[in-house]
């Protein structure tokens, strides 16, 4: 059995990571993340009779910190990052020191302990990137694969896949809150785009990439879309259209001829029955 470390674990991603690896019998998961409040919420879900979860406060930031939080780690899961598009708009400095800086650390902790496995979690904000999120996103994503090919030691990986249906912040769970006051929701554009994907593939991918990497791998799955006009029809919302802003796309990609203007599409009848299950 392999002990693991999880950045950003307390995240929605996170907390599924840790439910899915405690069913498959991992001897220690280590849940690093910097919200007190967040962490201890998630630890309180979390079934774990046995006590193998080890609930650290911690910061990606901090290289110290993270050498410690490494010892004895076999397979590092790199989920850690600031996310919010509207603040790199506003905070760019914040998004690199979080989400450059933190991969540069989080290299050097898996190297300084010899970890056999790193697998970073990146996004589809990193192809064509138009926002300081996506920047940030794609030069993490390039600097772990780049270790593959630099470093000795531990094996370097990435996945990217698109927004995760009703992740923390995310639109689905916003609009709900917005339609128990109101009928009407803010729409960049019912033009727009956006990938599907569910918190179980998520945890699948990423899993399934740290139990078969060889290192230096960029994972990339196929998924379906959506256009957010149809999202606002299912979800029983009216639109108000605000217009897309510059730090958004109106399609995202995954990599070149992977696109959520290209991809299979979900009808409303489609959505509708989806959205029971998030």
Same mark, same amino acid.
């Given at each position: 059995?392999?002990?693991?470390?999880? &950045?950003?674990?307390?995240?929605?991603?996170?907390?599924?990571?840790?439910?899915?690896?405690?069913?498959? #019998? %991992?001897?220690?998961?280590?849940?690093?993340?910097?919200? #007190?409040?967040?962490?201890?919420?998630?630890?309180?879900?979390?079934?774990?009779?046995?006590?193998?979860?080890?609930?650290?406060?911690? @910061?990606?930031? =901090? @290289?110290?910190?993270?050498?410690?939080?490494?010892?004895?780690? @076999?397979?590092?899961?790199?989920?850690?990052?600031?996310?919010?598009?509207?603040?790199?708009?506003?905070?760019?400095? *914040?998004?690199?020191?979080?989400?450059?800086?933190?991969?540069?650390?989080?290299?050097?902790?898996?190297?300084?302990?010899?970890?056999?496995?790193?697998?970073?979690?990146?996004? =589809?904000?990193?192809?064509? +990137?138009?926002? +300081?999120?996506?920047?940030?996103?794609?030069?993490? *994503?390039?600097?772990?694969?780049?270790?593959?090919? #630099?470093?000795?030691?531990?094996?370097?990986? %990435?996945?990217?896949?698109?927004?995760? %249906?009703?992740? &923390?912040?995310?639109?689905?769970?916003?609009?709900?809150?917005?339609?128990?006051?109101?009928? &009407?929701?803010?729409?960049? =554009?019912?033009?727009?785009?956006?990938?599907?994907?569910?918190? =179980?593939? %998520?945890?699948?991918?990423?899993?399934?990439?740290?139990?078969?990497?060889?290192?230096? *791998?960029?994972?990339? +799955?196929?998924?379906?879309?959506?256009?957010?006009?149809?999202?606002?029809?299912?979800?029983?919302?009216?639109?108000?259209?605000?217009?897309?802003?510059?730090? #958004?796309?109106?399609?995202?990609?995954?990599?070149?001829?992977? &696109?959520?203007?290209?991809?299979?599409?979900?009808?409303?009848? @489609?959505?509708?029955?989806?959205?029971?299950?998030?």
């Amino acid at each position: 059995m392999s002990s693991y470390l999880i &950045t950003g674990g307390s995240g929605f991603l996170g907390r599924g990571l840790v439910r899915t690896l405690l069913g498959r #019998e %991992a001897s220690r998961i280590c849940i690093y993340s910097r919200g #007190e409040f967040q962490q201890s919420q998630a630890r309180t879900k979390i079934y774990d009779p046995i006590n193998r979860c080890r609930w650290m406060i911690g @910061d990606v930031r =901090d @290289d110290d910190r993270l050498k410690w939080a490494m010892r004895g780690v @076999d397979v590092v899961i790199h989920a850690a990052a600031l996310k919010r598009i509207e603040v790199g708009a506003y905070a760019p400095s *914040e998004m690199v020191l979080t989400n450059v800086l933190g991969t540069m650390n989080v290299i050097n902790a898996a190297a300084t302990n010899k970890v056999d496995r790193v697998v970073y979690v990146g996004t =589809d904000k990193a192809w064509h +990137p138009v926002s +300081p999120y996506g920047h940030t996103k794609a030069t993490a *994503e390039a600097l772990i694969l780049a270790a593959a090919v #630099e470093r000795v030691g531990p094996k370097y990986a %990435a996945c990217r896949y698109g927004n995760v %249906a009703g992740s &923390t912040g995310s639109v689905i769970p916003t609009w709900r809150e917005i339609l128990k006051k109101g009928k &009407t929701v803010p729409v960049t =554009d019912p033009n727009a785009t956006r990938f599907w994907m569910t918190r =179980d593939e %998520a945890v699948d991918l990423v899993l399934d990439t740290a139990e078969q990497m060889k290192g230096g *791998e960029l994972n990339i +799955p196929n998924l379906p879309a959506y256009r957010l006009g149809d999202l606002a029809e299912a979800m029983g919302a009216e639109m108000r259209i605000i217009g897309l802003p510059k730090h #958004e796309k109106l399609h995202e990609g995954m990599c070149d001829g992977n &696109t959520s203007d290209l991809a299979p599409r979900l009808s409303v009848a @489609d959505l509708k029955q989806r959205l029971l299950h998030v």
